[in-house]
């Protein structure tokens, strides 16, 4: 059973920059592609953005391209997500999600 931890979330002002981390209790995101999604209040969670298991491909929503950079470190057990020119809209609980397994989401806030 693999375990997702996320962190990195905190409150920001519009504008700002946060990087999520995704920590796996084991090697998998050599194995797997690993997402990146948010869930705001009152909506549906979406996508927001994956990287293959080459660490090589990467994937955006169109909404956050050019803002938000995924990547993994060496060792294939964490997966970042920099974001950077962040907008209230963007506030959400966002979850890492590799194969099947999902963690338990870090929350960002960002104020105007």
């Known amino acids: 059973q693999v375990q997702l931890v996320e962190s990195g979330g905190g409150s920001v002002q519009t504008g700002g920059s946060l990087t999520l981390s995704c920590a796996a209790s084991e090697r998998v995101f050599d194995l797997y592609t690993t997402g990146w999604y948010r869930q705001a209040p009152g909506k549906e969670r979406e996508f927001v953005a994956a990287?293959?298991?080459?660490?090589?491909?990467?994937y955006y929503a169109d909404s956050v391209k050019g803002r938000f950079t995924i990547s993994r470190d060496n060792a294939n057990t964490t997966i970042y997500l920099q974001m950077n020119s962040l907008i209230p809209e963007e506030a959400a609980i966002y979850y890492c999600?590799?194969?099947?397994?999902w963690g338990q989401g870090t929350q960002v806030t960002v104020s105007a």
């Open positions: 999600s590799t194969e099947q397994y």
């Open positions: 990287l293959g298991r080459s660490g090589t491909s990467t």
